[in-house]
């Protein structure tokens, strides 16, 4: 007797907690579980500032996906996800056969969005996956070390478009990182010039006034500059174009200006918004009881302010740890439960020794918001791997 097919394509937060659920629950044989994920590693993305800036070798934001599952129970596919074909229920891949499925599991993130701004996919870098941050902190380092002999300011100039969470958290590490690097370089620190540039009227728009100021007094004392109510509108090899007309001579632009969702879902002709798909109560996607999405690719309002909640590795974790459940249910012929977002409180570094963020209604900064960050961090890994793998991969 053939059993249901469950495929999960992305082993990120979302797809990750799916298939750990599915791999405890199901009994032998009561369905085929496939993961899809082009890398053979999953990167925990919310560490991925710091190999960006070079505080952190990229290794410390990695894992190998056959050491956090279990793959005699899902079976592990490292490719590329080339299309999703709904109709057919078929998963097209780069490098193996197509993959069919009963169930299907999108969890396949986003995408940097530029907006349509001119020369940023040509010319910006992207805190995005390992390669992407390899590449930002080898051209920042080949830039300083061209400085002695060319004596340019711009190579020393980094510019972060985008003043969220990536951005401000990319910011703080730099402002660690320098200076280390400029020792190495022979460069006096008051010379690099770390751009912050903000199209809203402030840094971290809409987060709590008091936080946001602690950490822009933070980063300005540390030399970073903040251009607010400043959309940047193009981006060239060597800087970028402000609303205004205003340019700055840049080497290393680094764009943090937001996300959509994955093409892949968009192409697949699931409705989306900006590439991500409004699913229902149960994760579905509208009108396909057999797929489900979640995490970056999904978009779930916030009844309360009739707002769709940010895409965090937080929500796209509780709805894997639900789908898990959902799907054994499904399998078994039983009820699935509701997804409610539960928020946790939200945390931001701003490099190593200082954060701001709260927890329910407290707020923390600096030494104690720090070591709350670090906490969510090995929290990840205990989901993921026990103690065992917090003792292994955790710093504090
Ligand atoms: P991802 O974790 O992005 O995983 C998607 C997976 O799909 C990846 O493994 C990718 O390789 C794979 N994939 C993509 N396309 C294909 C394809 N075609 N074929 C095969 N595989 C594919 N959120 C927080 O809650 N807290 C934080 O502190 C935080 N910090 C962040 C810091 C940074 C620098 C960034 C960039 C984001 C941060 N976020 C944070 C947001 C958070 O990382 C994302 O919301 C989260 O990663 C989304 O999880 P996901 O499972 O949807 O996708
Ligand atoms: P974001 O959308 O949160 O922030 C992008 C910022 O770029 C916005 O402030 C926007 O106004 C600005 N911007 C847009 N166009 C611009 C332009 N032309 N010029 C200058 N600025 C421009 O994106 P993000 O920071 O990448 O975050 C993505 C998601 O990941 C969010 O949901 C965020 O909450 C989450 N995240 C969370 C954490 C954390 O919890 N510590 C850290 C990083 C990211």
């Known amino acids: 007797m053939s059993v249901p097919k469950i495929v999960i394509l992305g082993g990120g937060y979302g797809g990750l907690m799916t298939a750990k659920g ?82 299907l599991v999108i969890g396949l993130g986003s995408a940097p969005e530029t907006f349509g701004i001119r020369g940023l996919l040509e ?27 060319e004596k340019k300011e711009e190579l020393i100039t980094i510019v972060v478009g985008g003043a969220g969470f990536t951005g401000i958290e990319y910011v703080g590490e730099l402002v660690d990182r320098m200076p280390e690097l400029c020792r190495e370089y022979d460069i006096p620190l008051e010379k690099v ?17 008091e936080l946001v100021d602690y950490a822009v007094k933070y980063l300005e004392s540390k030399g970073v500059e903040f251009l607010i109510s400043t959309p940047i509108e193009e981006c060239m090899e060597d800087g970028v174009i402000l609303k205004g007309g205003r340019e700055i001579k840049a080497a290393t632009v680094v ?13 697949s002709g699931i409705e989306t918004m900006r590439g991500r798909v409004k699913v229902d109560e149960f994760l579905h996607a509208p009108g396909h009881d057999d ?10 309002i916030n009844e309360e302010i009739n707002r769709p909640y940010p895409p965090t590795a937080q929500i796209s974790t509780q709805q894997g ?25 939200t945390v931001a570094s701003l490099g190593r020794k200082e ?24 929290r990840w890994l205990y989901l993921l791997g026990g103690v065992s793998l917090v003792l292994r991969k955790g710093k504090l």
Request: a positive charge; aromatic letters at 10%; proline letters at 3%.
């Open 123 to 149: 010319n910006a870098f992207f805190i995005r996956n390992i390669n992407g941050v390899r590449m930002i902190r080898e051209h920042m380092e080949y830039m300083f070390s061209r400085y002695q002999n």
């Open 321 to 345: 740890q639900l789908l898990g459940k959902n799907l054994v249910a499904k399998i078994r012929g039983g009820e699935m439960k509701s997804f409610k977002y539960m928020p946790k409180g």
């Open 255 to 267: 764009w943090t200006g937001g996300v959509r969702g994955n093409k892949l879902v968009e192409d």
């Open 355 to 378: 954060a701001i963020g709260f927890v329910g209604t407290k707020k923390y900064y600096g030494a104690k918001a720090a070591l709350l960050k670090k906490l969510i961090d090995l």
């Open 291 to 300: 797929v489900f999405v979640l995490g970056d690719s999904a978009l779930v």
């Open 22 to 103: 599915l791999q405890k629950e199901l009994n032998y044989n009561e369905a085929e579980v496939t993961l899809v994920n082009q890398n053979s590693y999953h990167y925990i993305t919310t560490k991925l500032h710091e190999p960006a800036a070079g505080t952190a070798h990229h290794d410390h934001a990695r894992l190998a996906i056959s050491s956090v599952i279990n793959t005699d129970k899902v079976r592990f596919v490292q490719d590329k996800v080339t299309a999703i074909k709904l109709e057919e229920k078929e998963i097209q891949l780069e490098n193996h056969e197509p993959l069919q499925y009963d169930y």
């Open 193 to 209: 010039r770390i751009i912050n540039v903000e199209a809203a009227p402030t840094v971290l728009p809409g987060f709590d006034t």
